[in-house]
């Protein structure tokens, strides 16, 4: 068995999920789009907009400035590339892959929330009116259905009516789908027929073993070297289900059996990884960005410990609300906490830190990559708070 060192794994992680590829140097396009989602199969979405809506982010760390109509026509506009699922949660995810999680789909009775499937037992009536709404004069949002219908208050957070969840278990179950996001971040539910291409409605529904097959063979693509654990989390799959998918791949040749240097757990090397000599990354990564997304491996991986406070109360925060990790070369070498005040017109660097690690260049080339975002987002400058050891090298580093 070949035996990678962590430095090695590490760029193969690189590589695979596209920071190894050079930035483009005109404006991206669809094929800068489409190579990009080759790469990393899915786009995590998240309604936090204290920065930049979620989904918007991996296109930026890896393409640098783009027009985000790009990734609005993909999942929004005919003919679509996109479509949205519960794949690792709420994601983009291209359109080929839709058969694969039609097994998630089938499985809404025993696997969507509790709220779901009580109301569709409990009022299969309401619940095909709804469709039938959506069918009828769909696309359509949740409040363009809505009538008097009482919301409940019984979960913080959520408040949602029963049109709502309707709709919901109709989502999750495949019997509609999301045309698009509006301009208030809500789903607009159509019919899956009326949203994706001819040829994917028409494509068999594969079995559940060839679903986990196709949904472990994207992961190990995304992850280069994986072990069980991310392959499972990267679509959020069940241990068993994963484990027959991994030994199958790895009997068919697609699947490598490695080992890590300081690892006891069991790695595999996607046939088609490379493990490049070096990388030259330069990104700021989204805190839902795959390349984060298994946090043990992150850790394993970078020497990188990276949690997400948005939910942790302000006195209990160690790095800051809405935190990017900072890759340079090969390495994440700090974070920043960020925050795009649109009203001010300038990017606020709430916090700064860096890394153990971190080459004597990091605030330099933070405050260009920074300034770079800043442009993108519309906005005029970067201000930096004085809260992290990087903070005044940063602001330093900054044009004046």
Not at 17 to 35: E, N, S, T, V, Y
Not at 211 to 217: F, G
Not at 383 to 391: K, M, N, T
């Amino acid at each position: 068995m070949e035996i990678l060192t962590v430095a090695q794994a590490r760029r193969i992680t690189l590589a695979a999920q596209g920071f190894a590829d050079p930035r483009p140097k005109g404006r991206p396009d669809a094929r800068a789009l489409a190579r990009v989602l080759g790469r990393i199969g899915l786009i995590q979405i998240d309604s936090v907009n204290v920065l930049s809506r979620a989904q918007y982010l991996p296109l930026w760390s890896r393409l640098g400035p783009y027009p985000t109509s790009l990734l609005d026509r993909a999942a929004g506009a005919a003919p679509r590339r996109l479509f949205e699922y519960w794949a690792h949660v709420a994601s983009l995810v291209p359109v080929s892959t839709q058969p694969a999680l039609r097994f998630r789909m089938a499985r809404a009775s025993q696997q969507a929330w509790s709220g779901m499937r009580r109301l569709a037992t409990d009022k299969p009536d309401f619940v095909g009116w709804v469709y039938a709404e959506v069918r009828d004069k769909g696309p359509l949002t949740a409040r363009e259905i809505e009538h008097d219908v009482p919301r409940r208050r019984d979960h913080w957070g959520w408040n949602w009516s029963d049109v709502k969840t309707a709709l919901e278990w109709l989502f999750y179950s495949g019997q509609v789908t999301s045309a698009r996001r509006n301009g208030a971040f809500e789903r607009v539910y159509d019919l899956p027929e009326r949203v994706l291409p001819r040829e994917v409605v028409d494509t068999p529904t594969p079995t559940i073993e060839e679903s986990h097959r196709e949904l472990v063979r994207i992961a190990a693509r995304a992850y280069g070297v994986s072990t069980p654990q991310c392959l499972r989390d990267y679509f959020r799959l069940s241990p068993a289900e994963t484990a027959v998918a991994v030994a199958q791949l790895v009997e068919d040749g697609e699947l490598i059996p490695v080992g890590i240097e300081g690892w006891n757990r069991p790695a595999y090397l996607h046939a088609e990884a490379r493990i490049p000599r070096r990388v030259r990354a330069r990104a700021l990564v989204g805190p839902f960005d795959s390349l984060v997304f298994e946090r043990t491996r992150v850790e394993k991986l970078f020497g990188f410990r990276y949690r997400i406070e948005i939910y942790v109360p302000a006195e209990q925060r160690v790095h800051g609300y809405y935190v990017l990790p900072f890759l340079l070369g090969d390495r994440l070498v700090a974070r920043v906490d960020l925050k795009a005040d649109r009203a001010a017109g300038t990017l606020r660097v709430q916090s700064a830190y860096a890394e153990d690690h971190a080459p004597p260049e990091t605030a330099g080339e933070l405050a260009a990559e920074l300034t770079a975002m800043a442009g993108w987002l519309g906005l005029s400058g970067v201000e930096v708070v004085e809260r992290g050891d990087l903070a005044v090298p940063l602001r330093k580093a900054l044009p004046m």
